[in-house]
């Protein structure tokens, strides 16, 4: 006998998507192609223009300031390049499987993995979302907005973004909120950079500037970890499941995953730039925060050049802390087998919102507390995330290689040298930095 089966609203919603999809796939032609390709692109553009943050901008700040034009520019479009070979597996790993990040693991590898991987990641979101209020407040801070406000607004986008109740109208509401992190290259411009150093930099990547101390170490892990860090696997992963991606979408997910990276490496490289000139001139630019770096290129970007940077660095917080707090309630709704979509509403998915916007809220209430030591953390966050990556590099590696799941769309050797090169230099980044911590701390 057969047995009635309910559609929820997000199946309809998921499905009436993929059928306009199909039908723009099936019309063919040139211009049907860029339309497929618009319908299809977004997972990839805001999780790398989600990972150009608050803390990740301010270090690509610190990184100009420091250090000028050099060795860092061509060190820090590597690190999208990995951030691409990782991305990849994600986009096929949920256009394959239709599960989360998190819910793969619980399938595969037991609760214990599962509701470890999911606690691990919401606490460590918590922290970089409190980094990314911390980056609103200090952004619109240069313009006298008073914290409270700031950190209110930016909490009230969050809750505006996720009561769509379609994944698409969030979708293209962060992109558009996205697309601000470009920014960063007018006041790169109003620099007056020298294009032929920037250039020769890029092609022969110059030399380590001085000795590898703990401070520059930081810095140094600090961009690694601005481009990779455990929150993008379960946020895309997510989002290419939550948009309804299957196997025949997996190319399209790849060109939106490099279209993504190569204007986040832009827009990377440009705030550098931008804080090239506090180098040139000797500025002791190592202890400054985001609206001080806004103050201190004043003589040499102009006020509107420092308003539009201080401009970014708000966007950048405010976009993270959107996409951060969303795959914290992806994870939690994958473990806990909760409905968790942007498709359904709150009433039909309360745990999934519940963490989304409770871990915003309390990161943005933390950020209000008087006297809590905040400026110290933003660039740890990111050496953080260098530290923690590993075991998730292992997991997202043992899953993309299991043929059970993934068919003939399981990692192929290149893939495997690229992923395993990538897992290796990190997993060595973090154990060097932590032995030159301890060294360091006996020495002293």
């Known amino acids: ?78 690190t999208f390049a990995m951030a691409f070979v990782v991305q990849e597996m994600t986009v096929r790993l949920g256009a394959v499987t239709h599960r989360g990040h998190a819910e793969l693991i619980f399938e595969r590898f037991g609760p214990f993995w599962g509701r470890f991987a999911m606690g691990d990641l919401v606490l460590s979101n918590l922290l970089t979302l409190v980094t990314e209020f911390i980056a609103i407040q200090a952004g619109l801070g240069f313009f006298g907005v008073p914290p409270l406000v700031s950190v209110s607004a930016a909490f009230g986008v969050v809750a505006v973004a996720s009561a769509t109740r379609r994944y698409w109208s969030w979708e293209r509401l962060v992109l558009g909120l996205a697309i601000f992190n470009a920014l960063f290259v007018p006041v790169a411009l109003m620099a007056h950079p020298d294009f032929g150093q920037v250039g020769h930099a890029l092609l022969t990547w110059q030399p380590f500037p001085g000795r590898l101390s703990m401070g520059t170490l930081t810095v140094l892990l600090a961009d690694i970890g601005a481009t990779v860090t455990p929150w993008m696997l379960f946020f895309q992963q997510g989002a290419v499941t939550d948009k309804g991606l299957n196997s025949r979408d997996i190319r399209m997910g790849r060109i939106d995953t490099a279209l993504g990276g190569a204007l986040a490496a832009l827009f990377a490289v440009a ?81 999934f919102y519940m963490v989304l916007l409770g871990s915003a809220a309390l990161a943005a209430v933390l950020v209000l507390i008087p006297g809590a030591p905040l400026e110290a953390i933003v660039l740890l966050v990111n050496v953080v995330a260098v530290l923690t990556m590993p075991p998730a590099l292992v997991l997202l590696f043992m899953l993309v290689n299991d043929r059970e799941i993934m068919g003939a769309h399981a990692n192929r050797l290149a893939s495997n040298l690229a992923g395993g090169l990538v897992v290796v230099f990190i997993t060595a980044a973090g154990i060097f930095y932590g032995l030159t911590a301890v060294f360091s701390s006996l020495h002293v």
């Open 271 to 351: 705030a550098i730039v931008a804080t090239a000139p506090l180098f040139r001139h000797h500025v002791n630019a190592a202890q400054l925060g985001a609206a001080q770096f806004a103050q201190a290129l004043l003589p040499y970007v102009g006020h509107v050049g420092a308003a539009l940077f201080a401009l970014g660095i708000f966007e950048a917080g405010l976009v993270a802390a959107v996409a951060i707090s969303t795959s914290s309630g992806y994870a939690y709704g994958e473990v806990s087998g909760k409905a968790h979509s942007l498709n359904r509403s709150i009433l039909e998915a309360k745990g």
């Open 1 to 78: 006998m057969d047995q009635d089966v309910e559609f929820t609203r997000e199946d309809l919603v998921r499905a009436r998507d993929r059928w306009r999809v199909e039908r723009v796939r099936q019309a063919g032609g040139r211009r049907n192609r860029l339309l497929l390709l618009w319908m299809l692109i977004g997972p990839g553009i805001l999780v790398m223009l989600g990972e150009n943050d608050g803390p990740s901008m301010i270090s690509y700040a610190a990184t100009g300031s420091q250090f000028g034009v050099g060795f860092f520019i061509p060190f820090v479009v590597a």
